[in-house]
């Protein structure tokens, strides 16, 4: 007998209850599936929809009611709740559309009620017959069988109820909050379209909601490139903003979100989806869904068509987001350049005068006003040797004769001492000088006493009573600690001052070149793969940093850090610049220093 070279036929079932089982239990979302009886309901035309989450004779359940067509009627005026229970996979709105009469429906597969294993144990479906009668029909997780029977009600209502009772226990903790804030994502666009009002009552909460569709933040972008494929347009709602963790552009089928992170889908995991900068959402009601979940897309010719009409739009979007990166960069190093400027303001008060003097303050003073009585050569009375080293002069609080309410400083709360740390020769004198603040760094200049005192080490003080201070070294080397104590009435705030006494020490200064412009400010020069993390441009007095460096990177992962790598690239470049011709360990021994005392004053500012 000669064998059968090619055989065929037909797929089939072979068994149809384990079928509907796995299709009952491949939506593994619950709200999923409360947003698709939702989405019911506004099939049905509905325009008021309400939500009950409650608990009943024990049982923990969840209602959805509407205002809508109802189910569809048979021959007799009655629910076709039999049609419904017994057409599996053939939906009536797939057949709809077909026809041209299901434009803006959603769900085609006949599934969706089915989903109702995920949420609870048993589902009472009720509507009205044209007897204005009421019909419930019930199902329950795991039977195949249904019961459709009359429903007493004293006035039958217009519209569908389901009601599932009991819920599955992980499911009873879900609150009407969270199920108002995914409806209000989920369906964002088929409740502003239909115009329905959605309402969510939670009575083991005792509160109520209403879903309003999610407004999305930052600038809605207009003029977008069009998307067009064979298969239809799709429709780009996008807004710029500030980049967050949270921002997402979802994909939608007829104003149902179907992927929340566009960025997740293959092809599409790339800028400008990826930046965090965009929020929004693109809709595409040409794309096939996979029918157990309805979160997913087949992968076919009308979604590679999608990926290749989006091209225009990702290189114009991501134009617009590189011009906010600009502008943001550019702000943020506005507000970096003066975090830096005060962190070495106030660290040029710890530091001697005579070797950090990069601003040239006293030969300012002299311009502005000549010597005052009670100050520093060159420096006005009250005026702190360091206030204009920024280019920027602070008015003394004496010298003002109107001041603002804010400008008046309030009650003593700390005291600092400039320099903080000093080296002088041995027999020789050094200055130094009390600085009193209060609690918002303001200078206090009324009703002080000060107390100067030797905690350690060698060397006498003149004017211990003084603001200003005398240190004479003592003829051998040693570590001086240096006290003041200062008290405005009831108040008392000290602090400490360190003098190495050394018998070599190098005048530095001499060598190093005054800077009369201030403190640089800095710009950004992209030079990946280069050595190079910054450099000093005296024209322009700025210094250029190379944010292609590897450590520029790392630092640029949060403000804190990359501050920090900023003034350590100050450091380097003003040390440099006004140390120059010292051996390369006084350079170091100067970074040092210079950082210690900067870094400190980024973190107190």
């Known amino acids: 007998m000669k064998a059968k070279s090619k055989d065929s036929g037909k797929l089939r079932i072979g068994d149809d209850w384990n079928a ?125 069988r249904y019961e459709v029977s009359p429903k007493r009600l004293l006035f039958a209502e217009k519209g569908t109820e389901l009601k599932i009772s009991p819920l599955l226990e992980g499911i009873r903790t879900l609150s009407g909050e969270k199920i108002q804030w995914y409806l209000a994502s989920e369906l964002r666009d088929r409740i502003r379209d239909s115009k329905a009002r959605v309402t969510v009552i939670d009575k083991l909460a005792r509160k109520q909601y209403e879903v309003e569709p999610r407004q999305f933040e930052g600038r809605l972008l207009h003029q977008l490139p069009a998307i067009r494929t064979p298969f239809g347009d799709a429709y780009a709602e996008l807004y710029l903003a500030e980049p967050t963790d949270t921002a997402r552009v979802a994909l939608t089928r007829v104003g ?74 550019e702000q ?3 507000q970096s350049l003066k975090t830096i400027q005060k962190a070495f303001h106030e660290a040029m008060l710890a530091l001697p005068r005579e070797e950090y003097d990069w601003f040239d303050i006293q030969g300012r003073a002299r311009q502005e006003g000549g010597t005052g009585t009670g100050g520093s ?144 400010g800095y710009t950004f020069e992209r030079a990946a793969g280069e050595l190079w993390r910054c450099r000093l441009d005296a024209d322009r007095n700025i210094i250029v940093v190379n944010s292609g460096h590897r450590d520029f990177v790392f630092a640029t992962r949060n403000r804190a850090l990359q501050l920090r790598y900023l003034v350590r690239l100050y450091v380097k470049e003003l040390v440099l610049k006004n140390f120059a011709g010292l051996p390369a360990d006084q350079l170091l021994e100067r970074m040092i220093e210079l950082s210690l005392y900067a870094e400190e004053k980024l973190k107190s500012g």
């Open 20 to 144: 509907i089982r796995i299709i009952a239990l491949s939506q593994s979302n619950p709200l999923k599936a409360i947003a698709e009886f939702v989405e019911n309901s506004i099939d049905a035309h509905a325009k008021t929809i309400t939500i009950t989450r409650g608990k009943e004779q024990g049982a923990h359940y969840l209602a959805i009611k509407d205002d809508g067509d109802g189910v569809p009627r048979d021959d007799n005026g009655l629910p076709d709740f039999k049609y419904v229970a017994t057409h599996i996979c053939d939906s009536i709105k797939r057949r709809l559309k077909a026809d041209g009469n299901g434009s803006g429906l959603q769900g085609e597969f006949g599934i969706g009620l089915l989903s109702f294993w995920t949420v609870g144990d048993m589902l009472t479906m009720t509507s009205t017959g044209t007897d204005q009668k009421a019909y419930q029909m019930t199902m329950s997780k795991g039977d195949s």
């Open 256 to 329: 149902t979100r179907v992927i929340e992170d566009l960025a997740t889908l293959p092809g599409l995991e790339h800028t400008p989806w990826n930046s965090r900068y965009l929020q929004g959402l693109i809709d595409a009601p040409f794309l096939n869904l996979t029918p157990g979940t309805r979160n997913g897309i087949i992968q076919d010719e009308r979604y590679a068509a999608l990926i290749g009409a989006l091209v225009p739009l990702e290189t114009h979007v991501q134009g617009l987001i590189e011009e906010q990166r600009r502008a943001e960069e």
């Open 332 to 334: 943020a190093s506005q």
């Open 377 to 520: 050569a060159g420096v006005p009375a009250g005026t702190d040797w360091a206030e204009p080293l920024l280019g920027v002069a602070e008015p003394s609080p004496r010298d003002s004769p109107q001041r603002e309410f804010f400008e008046y400083a309030g009650a003593l709360f700390g005291v600092i001492v400039s320099p903080a740390a000093s080296t002088t020769p041995l027999n020789d004198t050094r200055k130094l000088k009390a600085l009193p603040r209060d609690r918002s760094r303001r200078r206090v200049v009324e009703d002080l006493t000060f107390a100067w005192a030797l905690v350690e080490g060698g060397g006498t003080l003149s004017g211990v009573s003084d603001q200003e201070v005398e240190y004479l070294a003592p003829p051998t080397p040693g570590l001086t600690r240096l006290r003041v104590t200062v008290r405005q009435r009831d108040i008392t705030a000290s602090a400490d001052a360190l003098i190495t006494v050394t018998d070599d020490l190098e005048t530095t200064m001499s060598t190093a070149a005054v800077n009369t412009r201030g403190l640089p």
